[in-house]
């Protein structure tokens, strides 16, 4: 028993950790920023965190499904027939008009360090 209590306590950080990482793929889904549509405030290799649960208002930052496909891009309007979609760096607003039941989530964190090192190692 010591033997287990001593394995787990050298190893606690690691075991934090893991656990975050876990509570935070259940709870919420990350994106990465393949394109400029979204420039400047979402730059290529920006990786995104997104939440189902937040409510959907116009000018938010949010995602949806385009085939196997998720498109980060911000809303701009809203009718009978569903949801308009726009890229900040896009001259008009997205070809679909998307539904409730598309809807991936708002965008609540933007991890934007990352992006010039990644673009600096090609991988964008």
Same mark, same amino acid.
């Given at each position: 028993?010591?033997?287990?209590? %001593?394995?787990?306590? $050298?190893?606690?950080?690691?075991? !934090?950790? *893991? =656990?975050?990482?876990?509570?935070?793929?259940?709870?919420? +889904?990350?994106?990465?920023?393949?394109?400029?549509?979204?420039?400047?405030?979402?730059?290529?290799?920006?990786?995104?965190?997104?939440?189902?649960?937040?409510?959907?208002?116009?000018?938010?930052?949010?995602?949806? %499904?385009?085939g196997? $496909?998720?498109?980060?891009?911000? !809303?701009? *309007? =809203?009718?009978?027939?569903?949801?308009?979609?726009?890229? +900040?760096?896009?001259?008009?607003?997205?070809?679909?008009?998307?539904?409730?039941?598309?809807?991936?989530?708002?965008?609540?964190?933007?991890?934007?360090?990352?992006?010039?090192?990644?673009?600096?190692?090609g991988?964008?």
């Amino acid at each position: 028993m010591e033997g287990i209590q %001593r394995i787990l306590w $050298n190893n606690r950080f690691f075991l !934090i950790a *893991a =656990v975050l990482v876990l509570f935070l793929n259940i709870r919420f +889904d990350f994106y990465y920023i393949k394109t400029g549509s979204m420039e400047p405030e979402l730059p290529v290799g920006t990786i995104v965190v997104v939440d189902a649960a937040q409510p959907v208002s116009i000018g938010d930052v949010y995602g949806y %499904r385009s085939g196997r $496909n998720v498109v980060i891009h911000r !809303i701009v *309007a =809203v009718d009978g027939e569903g949801y308009t979609f726009k890229g +900040d760096a896009n001259p008009s607003t997205d070809a679909v008009k998307v539904t409730e039941g598309k809807l991936a989530g708002k965008v609540i964190l933007k991890i934007t360090v990352l992006a010039p090192v990644l673009r600096w190692m090609g991988i964008t």
